[in-house]
């Protein structure tokens, strides 16, 4: 009860009251959608002197009798709680909180209001696929959903512009390509939200990519059939209107690849790279396609070495008489000489080096002392300093012998008996450092004819083989040619092409 009071005295009482004293309600009652699917984040100000709280939810605003109690936390500094029990995402939920005491619960709060969602998909990327203008998409699954929307966008300033480019209806699907209408070098936004059959969750933040054409598949680089040179090959990118490779000559940390070949042809898919090779350097290289507007992501990085090229046209012919054999092949101008390798045995290829020719410019050999009767397998390999091909020549077999040749015509193969030859002549040979001459006997009367003239187009070996050998005089080296010729005076014919 109350009585007024002035300076003289109190006046009466007023009628008994009554009240009942309540603790405060939480300030800054809020409810949002929650992190997790179905779930709902409450929160709140503390309120003093309380020893926890009591929360009540309804389905319906209109209805007190239909809140109920979902929490009772028996902390009085608690200021949130997270609602997951038996939520329905899509549906709109109503709550009030009260602090309470001991002996009493407070007032409750005002009616707020929350609509559970599904949970945006966790860790949503998006990086250029791996075919041409694509995009793969992946993100973490969420639990309850039953599907997933994609949006996509040029332009990530306003939402308005995302327009729907899949809708996935496996809940537990967690990737997708997009290969619709992009273009290769443009950049894409890309957002996702999780889809159950009542409603769509939050969208995700806003991720982007750009789409690129592949790098071309099965690139290969192995050592060129010629020297200092490495022969590459890819399979073709769809697409794609041409193609840039880039070399280095190291792969290290920081390695600096130059661009070697820019190439504008769609079709091609193999290229040799000749452009200042080292034989015994390893190099490097990548390859990107192109389609005229952007350029494409690098292949993985390759690499083969450059050797020397091998010797070609290997021959060999028996010395008769002598047991030996001669050789004869191509020079290779970058080589500094050649190993030369024998086999006697059909089943293995040669390996064991005979001879070391230590000068490039060598193209014979006589190799000696062979066993009568037996077959020997050669082969032939090029040396560049340290260098060695990897390639080899090709493999020649002869059978070692002593017995002398048939000469006679049935020697000569079917080809050459068609040639317009002239007489064969006993011959002698004079030679020195720098020539080779020949002085056949013709009607009594020596003539001296250089090995250069116009008059010898051919110059031919007959041996007892099916086949006749041809060989090239001019091409001996002088210490060879002697050895052959001084060997073999009976047993061969020089023919002498007719002009």
């Given at each position: 009860?109350i009585?007024?009071?002035?300076?003289?005295?109190?006046?009466?009482?007023?009628?008994i009251?009554?009240?009942?004293p309540?603790?405060?309600?939480?300030?800054?009652?809020?409810?949002?959608?929650?992190?997790?699917?179905?779930?709902?984040?409450?929160?709140?100000?503390?309120?003093v002197?309380?020893?926890?709280?009591?929360?009540?939810?309804?389905?319906?605003?209109?209805?007190?009798?239909?809140?109920?109690?979902?929490?009772?936390?028996?902390?009085?500094s608690?200021?949130?709680y997270?609602?997951?029990?038996n939520?329905?995402?899509?549906?709109?939920?109503?709550?009030?909180i009260?602090?309470?005491?001991?002996?009493?619960?407070?007032?409750?709060?005002?009616i707020?209001?929350?609509?559970?969602?599904?949970?945006?998909?966790?860790?949503f990327?998006?990086?250029?696929?791996?075919?041409?203008?694509?995009?793969?998409?992946?993100?973490?699954?969420?639990?309850?959903?039953?599907?997933?929307?994609?949006q996509?966008?040029?332009?990530?300033?306003?939402?308005?512009?995302?327009?729907?480019?899949?809708?996935?209806?496996?809940?537990?699907?967690t990737n997708?390509?997009?290969?619709?209408?992009?273009?290769n070098?443009?950049?894409?936004?890309?957002?996702?939200?999780?889809?159950?059959?009542?409603?769509?969750?939050?969208?995700?933040?806003?991720?982007?990519?750009?789409?690129?054409?592949?790098?071309?598949?099965?690139?290969?680089?192995?050592?060129?059939?010629?020297?200092?040179?490495?022969?590459?090959?890819?399979?073709?990118?769809?697409?794609?209107?041409?193609?840039?490779?880039?070399?280095?000559?190291?792969?290290?940390?920081?390695?600096?690849?130059?661009?070697?070949?820019?190439?504008?042809?769609?079709?091609?898919?193999n290229?040799?790279?000749?452009?200042?090779?080292?034989n015994?350097?390893?190099?490097?290289?990548?390859?990107?396609?192109?389609?005229?507007?952007?350029?494409?992501?690098?292949?993985?990085?390759?690499?083969?070495?450059?050797?020397?090229?091998?010797?070609?046209?290997?021959?060999?012919?028996?010395?008769?008489?002598?047991?030996?054999?001669?050789?004869?092949?191509?020079?290779?101008?970058?080589?500094?000489?050649?190993?030369?390798?024998?086999s006697?045995?059909?089943?293995?290829?040669?390996?064991e080096?005979?001879?070391?020719?230590?000068?490039?410019?060598?193209?014979?050999?006589?190799?000696?002392?062979?066993?009568?009767?037996?077959?020997?397998?050669?082969?032939?390999?090029?040396?560049?300093?340290?260098?060695?091909?990897?390639?080899?020549?090709?493999?020649?077999?002869?059978?070692?012998?002593?017995?002398?040749?048939s000469?006679?015509a049935?020697?000569l193969?079917?080809?050459?008996?068609g040639?317009?030859?002239g007489?064969?002549?006993?011959?002698?040979?004079?030679?020195?450092?720098?020539?080779?001459?020949?002085l056949?006997?013709?009607?009594?009367?020596?003539?001296?004819l250089?090995?250069?003239?116009?008059?010898?187009?051919?110059?031919?070996?007959?041996?007892?083989?099916?086949?006749?050998?041809?060989?090239d005089?001019?091409?001996?080296e002088?210490?060879?040619?002697?050895?052959?010729?001084?060997?073999?005076?009976?047993?061969?014919k020089?023919?002498?092409?007719?002009?």
């Amino acid at each position: 009860m109350i009585a007024a009071s002035d300076s003289r005295s109190t006046g009466r009482f007023s009628s008994i009251i009554q009240a009942n004293p309540q603790l405060a309600q939480p300030h800054n009652f809020k409810a949002v959608t929650g992190h997790e699917s179905a779930s709902t984040n409450l929160s709140w100000v503390s309120v003093v002197g309380a020893t926890g709280y009591e929360i009540q939810r309804s389905p319906s605003y209109y209805f007190l009798s239909v809140f109920t109690t979902v929490a009772t936390i028996s902390n009085g500094s608690t200021t949130n709680y997270i609602d997951k029990s038996n939520l329905i995402n899509g549906q709109t939920y109503y709550y009030k909180i009260a602090a309470s005491d001991s002996p009493s619960t407070g007032r409750f709060s005002s009616i707020i209001q929350a609509k559970p969602q599904l949970a945006q998909p966790g860790n949503f990327k998006a990086v250029t696929g791996h075919e041409s203008a694509s995009v793969n998409l992946s993100w973490v699954s969420v639990v309850g959903a039953t599907g997933y929307e994609i949006q996509r966008s040029l332009d990530s300033s306003f939402i308005s512009k995302f327009t729907t480019v899949a809708t996935i209806s496996n809940g537990s699907a967690t990737n997708y390509i997009d290969k619709s209408n992009l273009i290769n070098g443009q950049t894409y936004y890309y957002t996702i939200a999780a889809r159950d059959s009542r409603c769509t969750g939050r969208y995700s933040p806003i991720i982007q990519a750009n789409p690129q054409l592949a790098p071309p598949d099965n690139f290969k680089a192995v050592t060129g059939h010629e020297s200092a040179s490495i022969d590459l090959s890819w399979k073709r990118v769809v697409g794609a209107t041409g193609y840039e490779i880039q070399r280095s000559s190291t792969n290290n940390y920081g390695a600096i690849f130059n661009r070697i070949a820019i190439i504008s042809k769609t079709s091609t898919s193999n290229y040799i790279d000749k452009s200042n090779l080292i034989n015994g350097q390893t190099y490097y290289y990548k390859i990107a396609a192109n389609d005229g507007q952007s350029a494409g992501r690098f292949s993985p990085v390759i690499n083969a070495t450059a050797h020397v090229c091998p010797p070609f046209h290997l021959q060999v012919v028996p010395i008769y008489g002598s047991c030996a054999v001669f050789l004869r092949w191509g020079v290779i101008k970058e080589a500094t000489g050649y190993y030369i390798k024998r086999s006697s045995t059909a089943s293995t290829i040669p390996v064991e080096i005979i001879k070391t020719v230590s000068n490039g410019s060598v193209c014979s050999y006589v190799d000696q002392e062979l066993t009568d009767g037996c077959c020997y397998y050669y082969i032939m390999t090029s040396k560049d300093g340290e260098d060695e091909s990897v390639y080899t020549s090709n493999v020649v077999s002869v059978v070692s012998s002593v017995n002398e040749p048939s000469t006679s015509a049935e020697a000569l193969s079917e080809e050459d008996k068609g040639a317009d030859f002239g007489s064969s002549y006993q011959f002698n040979i004079i030679l020195d450092r720098f020539s080779l001459e020949i002085l056949p006997k013709i009607n009594d009367k020596i003539e001296r004819l250089s090995i250069e003239s116009s008059f010898i187009k051919r110059i031919l070996l007959v041996t007892n083989y099916p086949n006749l050998h041809a060989l090239d005089l001019y091409d001996f080296e002088p210490e060879t040619a002697s050895t052959l010729f001084r060997q073999a005076t009976t047993q061969f014919k020089i023919l002498f092409a007719n002009p």
